[in-house]
């Protein structure tokens, strides 16, 4: 049964256990292993993290850590993957009932802070990444000044092979400072939800010796709204989910 925990600290969030049903989340797991010839080298932008008259010595030194990590893993842009096609995707129908479902809507309008306004938004980006052998990405937010309409909430789901098949993979999320930690082990079928200008977060280094279909998988969900501009062909299909 879904279980929905909302937690403050240490950056305000939301604990999603049994996200979708067992039948769905394995299904999911097989199409993120089926898609291994669709994957490509993740890259990191360069954008800084400062707000405007973020000066201080503090604030640019915590930037400058921030813009220096470094990631390494494999991602599909799957609204781009699929464009004109969704229907073929097992991950995407998935997606759409479960974040569409009454009672998981209801239950996120009574959250404080901005999650309620995920059953407003209109637009909805999907990456799914791969961590395998070595793979890990640095300390970071989910958006920048170009993004911040289209990524109001984050969300991180987690598919692995049972029993787990590597170590680490851990999504670390901040709060005030990089010392304010507190570390998620990446359990199946289990998403995190987080304000996406807002929390600072990463994934550990993964130690794994098998094969590709016991890496880390998750899909990466970032709600926002729709832009008056033309969306730009990295960001997906633009596809209004609701």
């Not at 990590?69 to 699929?82: A, S």
């Not at 909430?153 to 400072?177: A, F, K, M, R, S």
């Not at 807002?198 to 880390?216: L, M, P, S, T, Y």
């Amino acid at each position: 049964m879904q279980q929905i925990e909302y937690k403050e600290s240490p950056s305000p969030h939301v604990v999603v256990t049994n996200f979708m049903s067992t039948t769905a989340a394995r299904e999911c797991l097989e199409e993120a292993q089926w898609l291994e010839p669709a994957y490509e080298s993740a890259t990191v932008s360069g954008t800084s993290h400062l707000e405007d008259g973020d000066e201080c010595d503090e604030c640019v030194a915590f930037d400058g850590i921030l813009r220096s990590n470094v990631r390494k893993n494999d991602i599909v842009f799957l609204d781009r993957h699929y464009t004109n096609k969704r229907h073929k995707s097992t991950i995407l129908g998935h997606l759409n009932r479960t974040l569409n479902d009454d009672a998981f809507l209801h239950l996120f309008k009574t959250l404080p802070h901005m999650f309620p306004i995920v059953a407003q938004t209109t637009h909805m980006e999907t990456v799914l990444s791969s961590y395998g052998k070595c793979d890990f990405y640095g300390f970071h937010k989910d958006t920048n000044a170009d993004l911040t309409a289209r990524r109001v909430i984050t969300c991180v789901i987690h598919w692995n092979t049972e029993p787990q098949q590597y170590q680490g993979g851990e999504l670390i999320l901040t709060g005030d400072t990089i010392e304010d930690q507190l570390v998620y082990k990446p359990v199946h079928n289990t998403a995190i939800f987080f304000q996406s200008n807002q929390c600072v977060h990463a994934v550990n280094e993964i130690q794994h010796e098998g094969v590709f279909k016991d890496n880390r998988f998750s899909v990466n969900l970032w709600f926002g709204f729709e832009q008056a501009d033309k969306i730009s062909g990295d960001l997906g299909s633009g596809y209004k989910y609701r």
